[in-house]
């Protein structure tokens, strides 16, 4: 789940990380008032999107006086934000954070996040602040630092002292940067956090180092033990049918294709869009209904897979294993009748009760087509699609 930057800056306040002062705004007025309650020279007016790249597209600018502010306030509220990171379709602006204005000297790179290769918590910075640091990795991949985190012991003093020397702060300014650092850490473990980035994070002109920026993105899996973090949730900032998808426990991610995929496993999901692909097709979605669907959730992911105007055809690949093939086939008639479905389907299914499954297909004198394995499936979906896209 991401979380909105002035709501990471919050958490991170909480655990002793310095952030600017700052207010966030819905509305003009609202702006106008907490630009006049920072009494700064300058504020920023922060366009907050679960995107990057703000600054670049125009979603970040600068105001001398709380009138000013709520100038900008008006046109950026409501605006759709296009950057490199929100694609074409761009995200439309609901939100701001009106933030006081600093003496900038330094601008340098930070974050956490969960190494697989390692299954530790990396530290990673780069002296290359407020730059897009995958271009840095990139062009200069020695210029990413990196430490790894033990978990028994966490980040340690003298780790984060190698950090802030690689980063080629003076003296007093790495003093500071250890318990800045700690607390980073500190507040992604306490949060289960899965990425913490802070770009930039600054030295101002008074040596103090600032998170002028945070992106934060919380595990999903554990929010179970964080109740307050759930209500940072903003499903305005979501695909609405992942949003619908999520209330049924279906994992759904919409993707720009013509072929819908129903698939039980995260891993057969994957392999599906990958063999749609080799058949010269497209995937619409990626959609696990889990093993243990039931009836009514395969009918739920139907109706969302539906919703979504650019399906032409839908391939359902299951192997019936808790999720029962005359269980799978019972939703899927249910789904079809009750949807008026005019897409045509392709189903393979193999496992429990395949036979059962595939007679009820048969039976329900509906127009599915029954495949013999994933590869038949495959070619029969694209071209009933209308070929390769």
């Known amino acids: 789940m991401k979380i909105h930057e002035y709501q990471a800056k919050a958490i991170l306040a909480r655990y002793g990380v310095t952030t600017p002062r700052g207010e966030v705004a819905f509305t003009k007025e609202e702006a106008r008032e907490g630009a006049a309650r920072l009494k700064s020279p300058v504020v920023v007016v922060k366009a907050q999107i679960h995107a990057g790249g703000r600054g670049k597209a125009g979603g970040v600018k600068l105001a001398h006086s709380p009138d000013e502010a709520a100038e900008i306030a008006s046109h950026m509220l409501g605006m759709n934000l296009v950057t490199i990171q929100t694609g074409p379709t761009g995200r439309i602006v609901k939100r701001l954070l009106i933030e006081e204005g600093l003496n900038i000297k330094r601008e340098l790179y930070l974050s956490l996040l969960v190494d697989r290769a390692s299954g530790k918590v990396i530290f990673m910075g780069s002296a290359a602040g407020g730059m897009e640091i995958e271009e840095v990795a990139k062009d200069h991949p020695e210029a990413i630092l990196q430490e790894t985190i033990n978990?028994?012991?966490?980040?340690?003093?003298?780790?984060?002292?190698?950090?802030?020397?690689?980063?080629?702060?003076?003296?007093?300014?790495?003093?500071?940067?250890?318990?800045?650092?700690?607390?980073?850490?500190?507040?992604?473990?306490?949060?289960?956090?899965?990425?913490?980035?802070?770009?930039?994070?600054?030295?101002?002109?008074?040596?103090?180092?600032?998170?002028?920026?945070?992106?934060?993105?919380?595990?999903?899996?554990?929010?179970?033990?964080?109740?307050?973090?759930?209500?940072?949730?903003?499903?305005?900032?979501?695909?609405?049918?992942?949003?619908?998808?999520?209330?049924?426990?279906?994992?759904?991610?919409?993707?720009?294709?013509?072929?819908a995929c129903m698939v039980n496993g995260a891993g057969l999901a994957m392999a599906t869009m990958d063999i749609i692909k080799y058949a010269g097709g497209s995937p619409a979605n990626f959609l696990d209904v889990g093993g243990g669907a039931s009836a009514d959730q395969v009918k739920n992911a139907f109706r969302i897979l539906m919703s979504d105007p650019s399906v032409r055809a839908v391939f359902i690949n299951i192997f019936g294993g808790i999720l029962r093939c005359d269980v799978l086939a019972t939703g899927v008639v249910a789904a079809a009748k009750d949807l008026q479905l005019k897409v045509p389907v392709v189903v393979r299914m193999e496992g429990t009760n395949v036979e059962v499954g595939q007679k009820i297909l048969r039976d329900s004198q509906l127009n599915f087509t029954i495949a013999a394995d994933m590869k038949d499936g495959a070619k029969k979906v694209v071209a009933l699609a209308g070929g390769a896209r």
Do not use: C, W
């Open 151 to 259: 978990p028994v012991v966490g980040l340690q003093a003298y780790q984060a002292r190698k950090i802030a020397f690689g980063l080629g702060l003076p003296g007093e300014v790495a003093a500071l940067a250890v318990p800045f650092l700690q607390s980073l850490y500190r507040a992604f473990l306490d949060t289960d956090a899965s990425m913490l980035e802070i770009n930039p994070v600054v030295v101002t002109g008074d040596g103090r180092l600032v998170a002028l920026d945070a992106k934060m993105t919380l595990d999903d899996n554990a929010l179970f033990r964080h109740k307050e973090l759930r209500e940072l949730r903003d499903l305005d900032e979501e695909d609405p049918l992942e949003v619908e998808a999520s209330k049924y426990g279906l994992n759904y991610i919409k993707l720009d294709g013509s072929v």
